[in-house]
């Protein structure tokens, strides 16, 4: 059973940074996709940054390309996602997320974890 605990986030003013981790247990990661999410109040939950855990591989959606990161730590079994240049459009629950897969995907990802509040204050 894959179990996602997410941790890092908090308050922070726009143009600010926080990193966000999420520490993942119960599987043997290399053959898994890694993925953040975000939830802002009332809207449906949107895809922010996938890594392929295999080969480092990354995607991002537009509106975070050049300000976040998302990066894994084999040692730890942590994927991390570090938000730069942070915006009040960035305020959202950010979950991260796992998928059995060796393509780079968006979508159809089955384990969560619990999810971690970002607020960005302007």
């Known amino acids: 059973q894959v179990t996602l605990v997410e941790s890092g986030g908090g308050l922070v003013q726009a143009g600010g940074s926080l990193r966000l981790s999420c520490a993942a247990s119960g599987r043997t990661f290399s053959d898994y996709v890694m993925g953040w999410f975000r939830q802002a109040p009332g809207k449906e939950r949107e895809f922010v940054a996938a890594i392929r855990w295999k080969d480092g591989s990354t995607d991002y959606t537009d509106s975070v390309k050049g300000r976040f990161t998302i990066s894994r730590d084999d040692a730890s079994n942590a994927v991390y996602l570090q938000m730069n240049s942070l915006r009040p459009d960035d305020t959202a629950v950010y979950y991260c997320?796992?998928?059995?897969?060796?393509?780079?995907?968006?979508?159809?990802?089955?384990?969560w974890g619990q999810g971690t509040q970002v607020t960005v204050s302007s």
């Open positions: 997320a796992a998928k059995y897969s060796n393509a780079l995907i968006r979508i159809a990802y089955d384990n």
